[in-house]
Each structure stands twice: as C-alpha cells, then as structure tokens.
C-alpha cells in the first residue's frame, strides 16, 4: 500500500466536467482528466482490503438467494495492484498491470457503470474508490507516452479465424485471437467499424477518435477489416466464410424491442439507435448534427442508458420538450434488503443526459409507472401518444403491475424513440448460418460452439443485451475457446 491512511485522509475527487448549459452546445466529450497528482492521491484512496470485491467479476442471476445483479469488475481487473501502482507514480507498470486483463480500457473508463465501484469495500461506509477515473488516466497516459504498441505474436499459428461484427465482443475476440498467434479478419455490415461502440454510443460519452485510434492499432497489429459486408443470407455465409478454420459470430443483440400497438406505423415513431446511428453518421460524415429533433416535442420510451444518450443528443438538436416513459416505479434513494452490498447499486441516479434536461427545461424528463396504450397523429405523422398510470405490487414474491383506471392521458409528441432494448439476434442470422437460438432469441452455445460445427459466437448475440464490459470479457473467453480447439485439431 503506498498510503495505509489514503481511505481516511483523502475525500474522493471526480474528474471536472463542464455545466449542463456548457455542454449542451457541443458534441465533444465534456469531462477534464485530473492531474497526475491529483490522480496519485484518488488510488492512495485504495485500502488495499484484503477481500476485494472490485475485481470479483461475478454474475448472479434472478434466482441467486442474495438478489440479482453484478459484484465487481467482469474483466477481474487486477484493480488494488494498479491503484497501488499509480498511487507510487509507476504509470508505465500500471498500464502493464491492466493490460493484463483489459485489451480496451479507454473504453470501459469512458462508457462502463463501473461495477468495481458499486463493489468497493470503501464504499460501505462512504465514498468508494474512484477505480474508473483511475484506469482512464493510466490508459490516457500509456497512450501519451507511446506505451500502447500494437500486437507482435512470436509464433503464427497459421489458422483464419473470421469475425462477424466489430462491436466490443468481436473486436475483443479479435486483438486476442491475434495475440495468441491466429490470423484475424473481422467482417462489419456498416460502413465504419465499432458497431455499437462506433454508432450506438453518442461522442459525448466516446470520442468516435477514440474507437478509430485502436482500431488502427489493430491494424497495425495484422487483423483485417472488412467494412460494408453483411453476412444475411446461406449464399452470403458461404462464399465470404469458405476459407475459414473457424467462424465466430459477434453480431450483438440488434432486434429492438417493438410496441404493437394503435399508430405504431405513424411517422415520426423510430427506434432509438437508428436516431442514434443517425445523428453520429452525420457528424463523422458531414461534421455537422442531424435536426430530426429540432423544435419537435419529443418522447423517449424506455429507461436505459440508451434513453438517456437519446435525451442528451435530442436537446443538442434543438428539441422543443422532451418527456420519458418509464414502466417502473422511481427508485428510492438508498440500497434495498435486495439490493445488498456488493450487487451493482440499484438506486435513484440522474445521468448526463438527464442532469442536461433539468437544467435546459427547467423539469425532469421523466414519467414514472407509464404504459403507452395508443399513437395518435395527424396528416400521417404522429402527434400525440397515450399513456396509463401503473400501480405495482409483489404477489407470490414476484412483481405484478396493474393499470389504473381512468388514468389514461394524452402527451403531446411531434418525435417518438422507442429505447425499450433489444430482443436478441435478428432473425437473418439464424437463417444465414443454420444455429439454434432460445426463446429469447440468444444464440445456443456449448463452451462458445454453436450448433454448427466450427461456428462459435460470444457477446450480445449469445449472452443477450448486456454491457461493453461483459462484452468484451465474453470475446476474449471466446477467443480462447477457439484457440483450444485449433489446437487440438
């Protein structure tokens, strides 16, 4: 431990990030690194606890006896080694230390909820370790001082190894299917590579500069791009895949939940990554933002993260009013007998992209325990949605809602986003390569192999809507799995 007493003496500090009404104007990234002193003093934070469960990296299910959710970091970052590391002023030896676990924490220090955080034995009692700002300063510092080189295997493998999408999962799977000595081609149907990372995340929370930068990493390293290339069809799968000692399907979980439900083919109803995608393609190719939402009052269903970017680019467009459903009821202040420490925290929070609503709009966004039943619109166009109210309760230990009678109003909305999640893979890549999917619309897999022989996949697309972390830890035991078999043939 560089400092036993940092817990006790030291307050957490948080990056500086500009104003609501500051950054609304712009597009770019708004929170300011702290200095490497300032830095050095948050890892001296850590208490070097003994049992840690930051870097857990555990994932309980509905039906665990302590409740349901995430204990620490998915990756098993190495994090007391590293906060001791910085704390010392041994960046270099940092950056070493995390990339034993984190092929992309420039990533995972921009857009990751930080579940090592929520874990933090500090945090008991008070503030938790500032563990995210911390392997984003190491990784900004790797970066400015030429310490993030690309991949040399000493030994080729001679195996190819295609992956289908270049999301977070794929392109983990790729930088270490590449490390460990295979031959890398990453197919993306898009026309820039990044996936949910390039068109499902605004700049605002990642540089697309950021994605591109270790992309040419990659490069450099030896894997192959191949960009505007969908693979949906048998046709398609056989003629780009042929050559290939195995297949590794990294296609996310890009089937957007749907409302059907009266006026749902109105314009002006649309889901909420393609007006994400929208919006960042006109920046990248134009430099200049899509208007969609200009002077339009706008509706957000759903209560994600994704409904949040969707808030923060809608204000930056020019919306009139935004307003977002939410069929759950606010979450209280403080964890609950559900809830307990370590889980990932399940607690009332205002995101960025809310925290700018408040302060533009002078109210909060949100509309609690709302169920849309109807559109309405005029000319062809959607003008108005209708929503009840919903009363929750527990019957037989489970959640039930029910709706309240003549609660039923109307809202005004010019701009609908549906951001309700996504219901797995789309139903074109079951058809194209032959595998089994569940009831859920997740790819089946034994050990990463699918039901075809020498097709594997990992991510989204196999473990259903998630985060970039776990993403990326499914590519990389992907990746291994894969190696594993290779060799034993």
């Known amino acids: 431990m560089g400092y036993p007493r940092g817990f006790l003496d030291i307050e957490r500090e948080n990056p500086h990030a500009l104003s609501p009404k500051e950054r609304i104007g712009h597009y770019h990234e708004f929170y300011s690194p702290l200095d490497s002193a300032a830095q050095q003093r948050q890892a001296a934070r850590c208490m070097d606890c003994g049992v840690a469960f930051c870097h857990a990296g555990i994932a309980f299910g509905a039906a665990s006896s302590i409740g349901r959710g995430d204990i620490g970091c998915p990756l098993r970052n190495l994090i007391p080694e590293f906060n001791d590391l910085v704390c010392r002023g041994l960046w270099e030896q940092a950056h070493e230390r995390l990339s034993l676990t984190n092929p992309f924490p420039e990533w995972t220090g921009r857009v990751c909820p930080a579940?090592?955080?929520?874990?933090?034995?500090?945090?008991?009692?008070?503030?938790?370790?500032?563990?995210?700002?911390?392997?984003?300063?190491?990784?900004?510092?790797?970066?400015?001082?030429?310490?993030?080189?690309?991949?040399?295997?000493?030994?080729?493998?001679?195996?190819?190894?295609?992956?289908?999408?270049s999301g977070p999962a794929g392109l983990a799977c790729a930088w270490e299917l590449c490390r460990?000595?295979?031959?890398?081609?990453?197919?993306?149907?898009?026309?820039?590579?990044?996936?949910?990372?390039?068109?499902?995340?605004?700049?605002?929370?990642?540089?697309?500069?950021?994605?591109?930068?270790?992309?040419?990493?990659?490069?450099?390293?030896?894997?192959?791009?191949?960009?505007?290339?969908?693979?949906?069809?048998?046709?398609?799968?056989?003629?780009?895949?042929a050559h290939f000692d195995a297949v590794v399907l990294a296609v996310g979980a890009s089937k957007p939940i749907d409302l059907d439900i009266e006026g749902r083919g109105l314009s002006g109803i649309m889901f909420a990554v393609d007006y994400l995608m929208q919006n960042t393609k006109s920046l990248l190719d134009s430099g200049k933002a899509d208007t969609l939402a200009k002077n339009k009052r706008v509706l957000v269903i759903g209560s994600g993260d994704t409904s949040v970017d969707c808030i923060a680019v809608a204000i930056r467009q020019g919306a009139k009013s935004i307003t977002r459903f939410e069929r759950s009821p606010?979450?209280?202040?403080?964890?609950?007998?559900?809830?307990?420490?370590?889980?990932?925290?399940?607690?009332?929070?205002?995101?960025?992209?809310?925290?700018?609503?408040?302060?533009?709009?002078?109210?909060?966004?949100r509309e609690y325990q709302k169920l849309t039943k109807a559109f309405r619109g005029k000319n062809g166009k959607v003008s108005a949605a209708l929503a009840v109210d919903l009363e929750w309760s527990v019957v037989n230990g489970k959640k039930t809602r029910?709706?309240?009678?003549?609660?039923?109003?109307?809202?005004?909305?010019?701009?609908?986003?549906?951001?309700?999640?996504?219901?797995?893979?789309?139903?074109?890549?079951?058809?194209?390569?032959?595998?089994?999917?569940?009831?859920?619309?997740?790819?089946?897999?034994?050990?990463?192999?699918?039901?075809?022989?020498?097709?594997?996949?990992?991510?989204?697309?196999?473990?259903?809507?998630?985060?970039?972390?776990?993403?990326?830890?499914?590519?990389i035991d992907c990746a291994r799995a894969v190696d594993g078999d290779l060799r034993r043939k």
């Open 115 to 165: 579940l090592c955080e929520d874990s933090c034995v500090c945090g008991l009692n008070g503030e938790p370790v500032a563990i995210k700002s911390n392997e984003l300063a190491i990784i900004e510092n790797a970066f400015a001082h030429d310490l993030v080189r690309p991949l040399a295997p000493k030994h080729k493998s001679g195996r190819k190894v295609a992956i289908v999408g």
């Open 330 to 365: 606010k979450r209280a202040q403080q964890r609950q007998s559900d809830n307990p420490w370590p889980l990932k925290k399940d607690v009332f929070a205002t995101d960025y992209g809310l925290s700018e609503a408040i302060a533009h709009y002078g109210k909060d966004p």
């Open 180 to 241: 460990l000595g295979h031959s890398v081609c990453v197919f993306e149907r898009s026309d820039r590579i990044g996936g949910l990372l390039m068109y499902g995340i605004p700049d605002m929370k990642l540089d697309k500069q950021i994605v591109n930068r270790r992309v040419a990493l990659m490069r450099q390293s030896g894997i192959e791009f191949v960009t505007g290339t969908a693979i949906a069809t048998q046709a398609d799968a056989t003629s780009k895949l």
């Open 402 to 475: 029910q709706e309240l009678s003549q609660s039923q109003r109307e809202y005004e909305a010019d701009l609908v986003l549906l951001a309700m999640g996504f219901s797995g893979v789309e139903e074109s890549v079951r058809h194209a390569f032959g595998i089994a999917t569940d009831s859920r619309n997740r790819i089946i897999t034994h050990r990463f192999c699918t039901s075809v022989g020498g097709i594997y996949a990992c991510g989204d697309a196999r473990i259903g809507q998630s985060l970039v972390v776990w993403a990326i830890k499914d590519g």
